[in-house]
Structure formats: C-alpha cells, structure tokens
C-alpha cells in the first residue's frame, strides 16, 4: 500500500496586491498546513514580495506559510483551451512522480485556470465573482492589461518578462480597441467555462453564488450544479455533487474587536478602505465626500488601502479629483497601510463607507463592523448576506443621509454590528475549507491506495447571517 503524501498546489495570479483575494489564498495555506500528511506548494505568475505580504498580514503568519511551502512554481502562461498562445500553463505542477495533487485556485474570479485531467474530485476554485467571464465577453482591455501585465498571455508567442512598458501598452491597444483575437478571447471563455465545470466550487456569498449559478447555466452538462444550499455539516461526500458552495473570507473578527470596537478615539470620521483600482469605484467616495462637506456632516473621511504599481495613473486621477473637488482639508489618502495602521484608523472612524456596488462580498466591510463602525454599503452586493437593509443605500445622497445618523450611534448599537460578523472568523473559514478539502482527500487516497481516516473538520457557526 501506499504510503507517500498528497500535494496540495496553490494556484494565485499575484499575492502582492495584498488584498480580500490574497487573504484568502494565506488562510487557505494556512487550513493545509493544520492537516496531516499534505505537501503544499504555490504556483504564481508573480515572485511573492515578502516584505509587503508582512506589512500586510503579519511577520509571524507569513514567515510559517513560506516555511511550509516546498516549491514556488512559476505560473509562465494561461492555460486557454483550444488556443496557440498557450503551452498549456505548463509550470511542472500538473505532473508529479509517486504522488497524487489537488490543485486549489484561489483567485477563481480573474484567473481562469484548468487543465485537462481536472474533475470536482481533484480541483477547487475559489470564485470570489466570475467577473473574468464577463471581462472576456466584452473584450475588456484593462482585463487584457491584466494578464499582459503578468505574463500570462503573450502577442504571438513572442511576449516576455523582457519586453518594456511600451511594447505592453502597444499590445495593449491592438487586442482591446483592435478586437482582432476574437479565439483568444473565446479561449478564455471556454477556458473559465471548463474550469467552473470541472472543479469544486466554493464562494463568499449567496449573491456570488447565484452569479455562477447564470454562469454555469452556459455549460451544456445533464451534471451542472443546481443545489445551492450553503455548507453545513453534511456527510463530506455530499458536498462534491452539489452546486457551489458558500464559505465566508476569513476575517480577523476577534483581532479587529479587541483592538477598535471600545475605543476612545472615535470621532466623527467617515472610513473607505480600498485597494486603489478602477473596479473599486472610488470616485463614488469622492462625490459622497464633496457631498457631506456642503452639507457639513462629519469632520472628514479617511481612505486607506494599498495601491501596486501598475494601478499608479488611477492613484493620481483620484489625488486631481480631490483637489478638483476642493477636498484637501476633508479627505486624508493612506497608501499601503500596514495591519497596525488600519486598527489605529479604525479606531479612530464611527462610519465605514463602501463606494462599490456589487461587491461580492467585502472583507473590509466585515473588518470595520468587527471594530464597531457603521457600515454604510451599497444596496446590491455580497454585503447583504450580514448588513441589515437600514445601512444599505440606493443613492450617493441617501448613503449621506444615512451618514448623518449613524454619527449618532450609541455603544450597543456599535457592539450589535460587530456581533453580526463575529461568524466570519479565521477559524471558521480554515474548518470549512479543511472539510472540503479531506472530503476530496479521501476519493484521492482511495484511488490511489492510501489508507486513510476521516477526520472532522465541521464549521463551528454559520456561514451567512441574515440580520434583516
């Protein structure tokens, strides 16, 4: 009988961008590491930035997940079906001597990876909100860029990590205004299509769930999901053969409690925490902003979030904006702040913007209710699964409405905000993904021969709360 280990492979674009996305990858990592008997390793496009992936997450966590890491395999290309500008993603992942993988892609929503002998047995993706088959329908240029950016697609095979900026953004312009590789476009489609087909599917939210649900409507499978009840402690097996499958982010939700929702420091400030990038709709922050000056509500609003290289033009656009807008003396900007800088920001906001509309899900969200802020979010989103309707806005004039009241909100209103996210723990995330995980494990062992024992890895909460 067998006796050697599973590999568990990783499959992240970037982890550098340090964002809802990453953090999920690292506790994902972390699930793995708590499990016995499991190798684990990272394929990437991109050389993790150790200094950064610290600021962002902390020395200790990130230093043991790079410990426990084997290899770093180099993610060279995507893997398109049925396209010439890929050599199949090849990285030396998909191949293994004496040992048996499963591949977890943890950036399911931009990143669409499969390869041919992925089934729901041996594959997972992580959808946060399968945008990417949309960006592809509409030949979007800045998804382009994004893959361009990381080397993942090339012009004709002869694109490299050599090339400059220039070449890039030429490439850049002669796929997206041009719209001349309509097969590459489809190749990504198919791509994304065969990988919701063929892998286990889980999600942050009933509204991303009942977004893949459309998704897979395309995939012409008697089999396509049509179960969609969140987990629970069912037998593992059962969670293979039904629909995706709704695992909140992990939150720090204990860390961010004890460090902000008691704070003396808290005055009348409004927060945005986002990653500085088109999709993230600041500019519906610096309306609000412009806003509430006029109307004198708050004394300022407070962004902070991280902001990569290639995002530096949107950076600068939003810094005219605010001085366009004359929100210099209302609006402080915070680049890149690290964990202990956005708790001392936390503990200084009462309110907790969010500018996105259909946001899957939103972990900063989470992270200022855990620390006693007002959420003010959009009506349409991930959000809804835990933010009650009276903090939900429809336009930028009734979020200022609601503003204004929330400015005013006692203690235990504070403390019954931050209960309503206490589920999305670590903890709870790293049970659920480890239940799914041994669920497959165990159909791998048995092919393969390997004795196993099942274990029990059941969530201790729920994983959405309904706090209408």
């Known amino acids: 009988m067998k006796t050697s280990k599973v590999k568990a492979n990783i499959v992240h674009s970037d982890l550098n961008p340090c964002g809802g996305a990453e953090q999920v990858a690292i506790a994902t990592i972390q699930a793995l590491i708590e499990m016995e008997d499991i190798d684990i390793e990272l394929t990437t496009a991109r050389t993790p930035n ?14 043991t997940i790079f410990k426990h890491i084997k290899r770093i395999n180099p993610l060279r290309s995507l893997p398109v079906v049925g396209n010439n500008y890929s050599d199949a993603g090849r990285s030396g992942v998909d191949v293994h001597d004496n040992c048996d993988v499963i591949t977890i892609n943890t950036h399911g929503d931009m990143l669409p990876y499969y390869l041919p002998h992925f089934s729901r047995t041996n594959a997972i993706t992580y959808c946060h909100y399968p945008i990417a088959i949309e960006l592809a329908q509409a030949q979007d240029p800045d998804y382009l860029g994004y893959l361009l950016n990381l080397d993942l697609i090339k012009m004709g ?56 649900l459309k998704v897979m409507c395309k995939v012409e499978d008697p089999e396509k999901a049509v179960t ?21 982010p992990p939150v720090n939700v204990k860390e961010f409690r004890n460090a902000a929702l008691y704070s003396v420091e808290r005055d009348d400030f409004i927060v945005v ?19 509430l000056k006029k109307q004198r509500i708050g004394k300022g609003m407070i962004m902070a979030g991280g902001l990569m290289p290639e ?8 810094l005219e904006m605010i001085k366009t807008c004359e929100l210099s003396d209302y609006v402080r900007v915070k680049v890149n702040v690290t964990a202990d800088m956005l708790k001392s920001i936390l503990r200084k906001g009462k309110v907790y913007f969010h500018p996105m509309p259909g946001e899957p899900f939103g972990i900063s969200t989470a992270e200022a ?52 996210v206490i589920s999305f723990s670590r903890m709870n ?32 909460a729920k994983t959405a709360a309904d706090s209408k």
Not at 273 to 285: G, V, W
Not at 431 to 457: C, N, P
């Open 273 to 291: 925490i986002s990653r500085f990038h088109p999709s993230k709709k600041i500019e519906n922050a610096i309306a609000l902003a412009t806003l």
């Open 157 to 212: 095979g002869k694109a490299s990590k050599d090339d400059d900026n220039e070449n890039k953004n030429n490439n850049i312009l002669l796929f997206g205004k041009q719209r001349r590789n309509f097969s590459l476009w489809q190749g990504i489609q198919a791509t994304y299509l065969a990988m919701l087909k063929h892998s286990t599917i889980i999600t942050n939210s009933t509204f991303s769930r009942d977004a893949i």
């Open 311 to 318: 995002d530096r033009s949107y950076y600068n656009h939003i």
């Open 50 to 63: 150790l200094l950064r992936l610290r600021s962002a997450f902390g020395v200790e966590t990130v230093d």
């Open 369 to 420: 209710m855990s620390s006693g802020l007002v959420p003010i979010v959009p009506k349409i989103g991930g959000h809804t699964d835990f933010v009650p309707e009276r903090y939900r806005y429809e336009s930028l004039e009734g979020a200022a409405d609601k503003i204004s009241l929330a400015l005013y909100a006692s203690q235990n209103e504070r403390n019954t905000i931050s209960d309503m």
């Open 429 to 460: 995330y790293v049970k659920s993904i480890q239940q799914i995980v041994e669920s497959i494990l165990q159909e791998v062992r048995a092919k393969s021969g390997v004795s196993t024992v099942a274990r029990s890895y059941l969530p201790k």
């Open 228 to 248: 969609t009840t969140p987990f629970s402690s069912s037998p593992p097996g059962h969670q293979l053969n039904c629909g995706p499958v709704v695992i909140p």
